[in-house]
């Protein structure tokens, strides 16, 4: 019987001799099965592939945090809730969209410290919900965070407290 001598083999160099190396530019975070949120790519060829992707929304954790349908929990971008009106505000929410359609939109961060996807959120028709809760007076500006429309919040805010005050 011959036995044969073991090679010893360094992966990582024999990769690098292969004439083509595929390198992926996009880091993908397997955060989220990319069938529920499509962020702009087209996966398979299913027919319901619209521009937006409208979901329902099933509870209402508090003014900031939503569970949708699909068991999403999202995080409203640039809302902070105000303890004095959390109850006002959750009613809000729960009068205008629990069981509506809605649908996302995106800022440049995806995820909070958590892991909640962050969100800015909009009715079939089109109402900002972020932007209604600040203009009711229902939630306080997040001021911690860089978002879009942090400027646009804020003096909805400022709108918001002068009508109070008249």
Same mark, same amino acid.
């Given at each position: ?6 090679? +010893? %083999?360094?992966?990582? +160099? ?21 069938? @529920? ?5 087209? %996966? ?9 992707? !409208? ?8 003014? +900031? ?35 509506? @359609? ?11 410290? +958590? ?6 959120? !909009? ?5 900002? %919900? ?18 879009? !429309? ?17």
């Amino acid at each position: 019987m011959i036995t044969q001598q073991t090679r +010893e %083999i360094d992966v990582k +160099e024999e990769i690098n001799r292969l004439p083509y190396v595929f390198k992926d530019p996009v880091k993908f975070d397997k955060k989220v099965d990319p069938k @529920k949120l499509r962020f702009g790519s087209k %996966i398979d060829d299913s027919p319901d592939q619209k521009r937006d992707t !409208y979901y329902s929304v099933k509870d209402i954790l508090s003014p +900031e945090l939503l569970v949708l349908s699909n068991g999403l929990k999202l995080r409203l971008i640039g809302v902070k809730e105000k303890k004095e009106v959390n109850g006002a505000a959750v009613k809000f929410l729960s009068s205008k969209i629990k069981g509506e @359609k809605v649908f996302m939109k995106y800022d440049a961060a995806k995820y909070d410290d +958590e892991g909640n996807l962050l969100c800015y959120l !909009y009715l079939k028709n089109k109402t900002f %919900i972020n932007a209604h809760l600040i203009k009711n007076g229902l939630v306080q500006v997040d001021n911690e965070t860089e978002f879009k !429309y942090k400027q646009k919040f804020i003096t909805l805010l400022r709108e918001a407290n002068a009508q109070t005050q008249n």
